[in-house]
């Protein structure tokens, strides 16, 4: 059984910072690419950033420079580390491995 668990999400205040975490069971995850997305209310679920397999990495432009994915292949762990926290980040996010989605994790930004 596949499963992919996201944990991390909270409220903070824009200025600062969450790490997400995505923990993968099931699969082979040092195989897979991996990616978060996330989808604010009444939008459509965007790309945030996805890492390769040996650790390429890129992020949507609305990100850059303020989060950072890492994956740990001997914890089957995926994290997005967000700093510089915006109201536009507010979202549920999710992580992704080829067609497995994780439940989401939300997280809101106060102004």
């Known amino acids: 059984q596949v499963q992919l668990v996201e944990s991390g999400g909270g409220l903070v205040q824009a200025g600062g910072s969450l790490r997400l975490s995505c923990a993968v069971s099931?699969?082979?995850?040092?195989?897979?690419?991996m990616s978060w997305y996330r989808q604010a209310p009444g939008k459509q679920r965007e790309l945030v950033a996805t890492?390769?397999?040996?650790?390429?990495?890129n992020y949507a432009d609305s990100v850059k420079g303020r989060f950072t994915i890492s994956r740990d292949n001997a914890k089957n762990t995926v994290y997005l580390q967000m700093n510089s926290l915006k109201p536009e980040d507010t979202a549920v996010y999710y992580c992704?491995?080829?067609?497995?989605w994780g439940q989401g994790t939300l997280v809101t930004v106060s102004s």
């Open positions: 890492i390769a397999r040996f650790g390429g990495t």
């Open positions: 992704r491995a080829g067609i497995f």
């Open positions: 099931g699969i082979s995850f040092s195989m897979n690419a």
